[in-house]
């Protein structure tokens, strides 16, 4: 295929790149924060107790152990999940401007997470796990599987799926759970309002070991699931009628990548709230660099996005410390400048 024949950079050094970029990252990301602990140190908290080379105190090994690389693993997952599910959207739509926030997936995964805190988070003081790996994840799938349908109908007529359509469907959908979501808080007690300010500016401060096997058992089944379907994906990019005469069953594709997406955003949306614009930079940053192969863009932008976030927590932890800004902001001011090149330009082409 003509339109996948324009890669720029060896995946494989890409990937290796990326790789040590990325452990250099978790290194820094467990050594910074508002305590001053050094890197040796941190690398020695890590470690077993019985062949630590120095003597770590109690408080600096719970700091590192407890919260900053669950915080760390946490931010990689999420990344990650996020980057592939927007490569995976910009594909089947053919458009790098779409991505699960920009078309309001984001927002209903949002609306049906806070429903769940709202309604169940009196339960939450006894049963803390029942919003971690119960309602709060299953409603945010609804709650993103619903949007996600609802926009692709709206944006779907006879001669296939307006991507124009499709953005101003996001749109619309998105404000309306954003009314859902001040509703919400009107009526959320205090714990409850608390919970749903982290959820709605995002934060990966909550981060526990529970959660952790939450997000990469579903990091795992999203990339073997998407990277199997990666060929249909390179497909649709000469069109859905080309695709169609290829073989594929393009409406049935479609619905499986969509109900996976909004599996995977509703899941991020449970345990970090809502982080805008990885799924919308790094897919495009994989093609720029690599060309539109979904077999190379798919792990690259898995490694991108886990790269981006931590670097964006980072940023989060130190700009004002000792105060944790939500990193939702931080991804917010790298993205929101980036989509408005994009949109320039794209001008003259949607």
């Known amino acids: 295929m003509s339109v996948l024949s324009n890669k720029r950079i060896p995946t494989r050094s890409l990937l290796v790149f990326g ?9 820094s990301s467990v050594a910074l924060g508002p305590m001053d602990i050094s890197i040796i140190d941190s690398i020695q908290a890590l470690l077993p107790g019985s062949i630590r080379t120095a003597d770590i105190p109690a408080h600096v090994t719970l700091v590192i152990q407890q919260i900053r690389l669950p915080r760390t693993l946490l931010a990689i997952a999420i990344g990650a999940i996020l980057a592939i599910c927007g490569a995976v959207m910009q ?28 309604l169940f988070g009196s339960l939450s003081q006894n049963y803390p796990q029942l919003l971690l790996f119960g309602t709060v994840p299953l409603f945010s799938f609804i709650g993103g599987a619903l949007t996600t349908v609802i926009v692709y109908r709206l944006g779907t007529g006879a001669n296939g799926t307006s991507v124009t359509m499709m953005l101003l469907a996001g749109v619309a959908i998105g404000a309306l759970a954003g009314s859902g979501l001040g509703l919400m808080n009107y009526y959320a007690d205090d714990q409850a309002l608390r919970d749903l300010s982290l959820w709605t500016m995002g934060s990966l401060a909550g981060a526990n070991w529970g959660g952790l096997v939450l997000a990469y058992a579903t990091l795992i089944v999203l ?7 990666a060929e249909p994906l390179n497909a649709l990019l000469l069109g859905e009628a080309e695709a169609k005469h290829m073989g594929i069953e393009v409406q049935k594709l479609k619905r499986q990548l969509i109900l996976l997406t909004a599996a995977g955003v509703g899941v991020t949306v449970a345990l970090a709230g809502m982080i805008g614009f990885i799924g919308l930079i790094v897919p495009h940053l994989g093609r720029m660099m690599i060309g539109p192969n979904h077999k190379s863009l798919l792990p690259i932008s898995m490694l991108t996005g886990a790269l981006l976030l931590l670097i964006a927590d980072m940023i989060a932890r130190t700009a004002v410390a000792p105060l944790d800004m939500p990193v939702g902001i931080i991804t917010a001011l790298i993205g929101a400048p980036f989509f408005i090149w994009l949109l320039i330009k794209q001008r003259g082409r949607i």
């Open 91 to 118: 594909g089947l739509f053919r458009n790098p401007l779409a991505d699960p926030g920009i078309i309001g997936v984001s927002a209903g995964a949002s609306l049906g997470a806070a429903i769940a805190i709202v």
């Open 223 to 229: 990339f073997i699931l998407f990277y199997r379907k």
């Open 19 to 27: 790789a040590v970029a990325l452990y250099f990252a978790i290194v």
